[in-house]
């Protein structure tokens, strides 16, 4: 396995870098992982994607085509 530490500019040690392909080894070992993963997210969050989807649901007179979005985007840039 190929971690690598990540850390700040005083030396202190404040993450780890897996490798993708060894994250999902370590995830198919260990199933529990993902329901970890799952647990970790905060309920505000929850909240807001519910909301927004809610809203999305209800009204979407706000939506973007996707590529129009884009060229928008490209267009003021």
């Keep these: ?3 690598q530490y990540i850390s700040d500019s005083q030396g202190i ?3 780890v870098f897996i490798p993708i392909n060894d994250w999902n080894a370590l995830k198919s070992k260990y199933s529990e992982i993902e329901k970890e993963e799952a647990n ?3 309920q505000w969050h929850k909240n807001v994607v519910s909301d927004r ?3 999305f649901k209800s009204d979407r007179s706000q939506t973007l085509d ?3 979005a884009i060229d928008d ?4 840039f």
């Design 13 to 15: 040690t404040t993450g």
């Design 73 to 76: 985007i490209e267009n003021n």
């Design 40 to 42: 970790n997210i905060p």
């Design 1 to 3: 396995m190929n971690i």
């Design 66 to 68: 996707f590529d129009q």
């Design 53 to 55: 989807l809610a809203n």
